[in-house]
């Protein structure tokens, strides 16, 4: 019985929905009546002159006059045709028979005999067949009330958005009504037909006419997966007011139980924001694989609140809160491994003013630790205050950087940071080069506390000038290739940057990071990213770059990158644990970009120890993108264990995903996302999708690990069926898509 209720609900939900029309990309739609409609006309009908043309006419004493052979009637934007007719010129009636066609900017009936009022812009028609500007329906009916522009009733109907002599599906009903104002069909006593075989029954229906939003239920989502089982969510669409609205979503899960969600969003001249939460009381999956669920018989839950207001003084306010109630919430009621991998969750309140001059931010963050890592501080309150004052006096630019910040951890030394940070520069330069010496001061002081263990000076401070001198040349020459007249430039640059060493092991480390060395770290004033480590250099940048540009489109067709660093003086400034690097040059960098037509393209990036001849690092990637949906995706990650001082640890991985569009209807899809190194497959994903112009459907099926280190897999299959213009269902996978192939969109 339980089954059979939830069979009733999830058939139900699927075709009472009302959803927003989609607009058919890539397809060539020709519905054979798009030119018939009239132009819309904004003069009143009751002003409007009768305008009446016909091959013969009969005038009677009482008023009436009696049209034959190619009577066309004609007022106020609205046209009748048909063999015969004959009009009341007091009343206005008409009544006509023999091909009567009656149209406007949004219908055309055509029937054998008509009654219409041309005064009233309302009428009746027997055996008619109807077409519908908005969503390109059409239809027929055997009794047929048009009650003028406003709504359009029917009786022994049927309904489609199909083009002209193509009925994949087909909607009867004994009545329909037709709101024209609302944008809103409804139906009584209703057989579905798909492909002429009838599929679903339903007392009452509802659909839309237009693509506004409105509410009801929206398209189920059907699916299966080895974390949920039989999983289905027949979400609810509530249109409160123009500016909020909010969406119900009941989820059952065959193996959990149902979970209850919510989202509510708003926007407003201060702001805009969206509200989420879910809710499931007592899970009832009892083992997960071969464990035992941590979670049985618990409640689990969801929240989110993410805000924003851009005030018309400058001044912004943003609200970030993320809670959920265990580590594994996402692993398993997520869909996507970065979800799932994730470790920490925001929970931020900022404010802040944007000046010409001066920029101010104060916030408060703290987090949510889901994971076996370490927890983060949290920032009880962070102020920063910010300033830019270019081309002043013999051609200064003026910075000014400032911070307070308060340090809470439950387990570790807490404590406030103060930084400020003036500085001074004069660029120079011309089209042909430029020269920016900078000269700044660092002052940082503590104020620690809770240090049980002594480790750290608890009123450290650090004071040292950073000086650096950033110049560049510029060369060009004009180049012919082919039939193309192209320009190719040579930019070498350097970059000198002299910072004294200080001693800052009684510092403790709040939010500092070694940063991964890449091509910005070669011009990067620290090689850390926070305020507890200001690192020590002598060192000296030199890059070149070089670019192919097509002189007609302006397009950049080629982009070369080499650069290096030379190291002076060793490196002695360290993170806690921390090892110091004595090497005289940092590995050497490549990057590559290559257009190689509007479809194709590659890029690339290595890294390697001229010393050790190895590479430390690389990716190399090849896409492709075609006029006709065609995409194509392949890349290759590579990073040596341990390549750096980073002790980041090894990885080789290979992604290759494509859409393959086999005609205009049909594509099929895949990704397979593999790690080499640990003899994985990360994701394997395939499926094929069919889209017309009333229909589509798609069907995907992904085998997938949660996280890169577990080795439970999990399969899930998404399969999706849309009548466009009527309603769907089905799991939907646009936003998979859109994550795992590079390129995809979703209609």
């Known amino acids: 019985m339980r089954k059979l209720k939830l069979l009733s609900t999830l058939l139900l939900s699927c075709i009472t929905g009302t959803v927003a029309a989609q607009q ?3 397809l060539s739609c020709h519905f054979g009546y798009e030119d018939l409609f009239l132009p819309a006309s904004e003069v009143d009908s009751e002003q409007s002159p009768v305008d009446v043309k016909a091959n013969d006419v009969q005038l009677l004493q009482s008023g009436t006059s009696v049209f034959s052979g190619d009577v066309d009637i004609t007022r106020a934007g609205q046209q009748l045709s048909a063999e015969r007719a004959t009009y009341n010129r007091a009343s206005g009636d008409v009544t006509a028979s023999g091909d009567v066609r009656l149209r406007d900017s949004e219908i055309i009936i055509d029937s054998q005999q008509a009654e219409w009022s041309m005064q009233k812009d309302e009428g009746r028609m027997l055996d008619a067949q109807y077409r519908i500007r908005q969503m390109h329906a059409r239809g027929q009916a055997s009794h047929l009330l048009r009650k003028g522009k406003a709504s359009t009733d029917l009786k022994n109907a049927s309904y489609t958005t ?4 193509d009925n994949a599906w087909l909607l009867d009903a004994d009545e329909v009504h037709l709101d ?5 069909g409804e139906a009584e006593d209703v057989v579905v037909r798909v492909g002429g075989i009838p599929i679903f029954y339903t007392p009452y229906i509802n659909f839309p006419l237009n693509d506004k939003r409105k509410s009801g239920f929206l398209p189920p989502s059907v699916g299966n997966s080895d974390e949920t089982g039989f999983d289905v969510m027949t979400p609810y669409y509530w249109n409160i007011a123009p500016n909020m609205d ?11 139980g149902l979970m209850l969600g919510g989202q509510f969003r708003y926007l407003s001249e201060w702001g805009e924001g969206e509200i989420e939460a879910n809710f499931l009381d007592s899970d009832d999956l009892k083992n997960s694989g071969e464990d035992l669920n941590p979670y049985y018989q618990e409640d689990r839950e969801l929240f989110t609140w993410q805000h924003r207001s851009y005030l018309p003084n400058r001044w912004r306010a943003i609200v970030d809160y993320n809670y959920v109630s265990d580590e594994n919430y996402f692993e398993d009621f997520g869909s996507s491994l970065s979800l799932s991998s994730r470790t920490h969750l925001n929970r931020l309140v900022e404010t802040g003013y944007v000046g010409d001059v001066w ?13 076996d890592v370490p927890e983060q501080y949290k920032r009880l309150p962070q102020l920063l205050l910010s300033g830019y004052l270019p081309d002043q006096a013999l051609g200064l630019t003026y910075e000014f950087d400032a911070e307070y910040v ?3 951890h439950n387990d570790r030394v807490e404590g406030q940071r103060i930084n400020f940070e003036p500085a001074v520069s004069m660029p120079m330069g011309n089209s042909a080069f430029f020269a920016t010496p900078r000269l700044a001061f660092n002052h940082t ?14 009123d450290a401070s650090r004071s040292l000038p950073i000086a650096s001198f950033d110049t560049g040349l510029f060369f060009e020459r004009e180049l012919n290739i082919g039939k193309g007249n192209f320009l190719q430039t040579l ?17 403790p480390d709040f939010d500092t990071s070694l940063s991964t060395f890449n091509m910005i770290r070669l011009f990067s004033y620290d090689r850390f990213i926070g305020g507890d480590r200001i690192g020590d250099a002598n060192q000296l940048s030199l890059a070149v770059t070089s670019r192919i540009i097509n002189q007609e489109t302006g397009d950049e067709n080629l982009r070369l990158t080499l650069g290096q660093i030379r190291y002076f003086d060793d490196r002695n400034v360290t993170l806690p644990n921390g090892i110091e690097n004595s090497d005289a040059d940092s590995d050497m960098i490549a990057e590559a970009v290559a257009f190689i037509n509007d479809e194709w393209s590659v890029s690339g990036e290595i890294q390697w120890d001229p010393g050790e001849t190895e590479s430390n690092m690389s990716s190399v990637g090849l896409r492709y993108r075609g006029d006709k949906g065609g995409i194509f995706n392949i890349s290759h990650r590579y990073r040596r264990d341990g390549a750096d001082i980073t002790r980041l640890e090894g990885l080789e991985q290979v992604d290759i995903s494509a859409q393959v569009p086999v005609s205009d209807r049909w594509q099929l899809f895949g990704r397979w996302y593999r790690s080499i190194d640990q003899g994985k497959t990360l994701e394997a994903l395939a499926g094929l999708q069919y889209d017309s112009c009333c229909w589509a459907t798609r069907l995907a099926i992904r085998n997938y690990v949660n996280d890169a280190f577990d080795d439970d897999r999990n399969l899930a299959i998404y399969f999706q069926v849309e009548l466009k213009g009527l309603g769907a269902f089905g799991k939907k996978s646009d936003s998979l898509l859109e994550t795992s192939i590079r390129g995809y969109q979703a209609d």
């Not at 920029?359 to 889901?370: E, S």
């Not at 002081?445 to 608890?458: G, H, P, T």
């Not at 930019?491 to 510092?507: G, V, W």
């Open 246 to 256: 909010a969406t119900l979503t009941p989820r059952y899960m065959s193996d959990r």
């Open 24 to 26: 058919e990309q890539g």
């Open 491 to 507: 930019e070498p640059r350097a970059f000198y940057l002299y910072i004294p060493e200080r001693d800052q092991s009684d510092i």
């Open 180 to 184: 024209h104002v609302s944008g809103v």
């Open 162 to 165: 199909c083009p002209e002599g």
């Open 445 to 458: 002081r503590y104020n620690l506390k809770s240090d049980d263990l002594n480790q750290f000076d608890d």
């Open 359 to 371: 920029n101010f931010t104060a916030r408060m963050q703290g987090y949510q630790t889901l994971s």
């Open 406 to 408: 308060e340090f809470d």
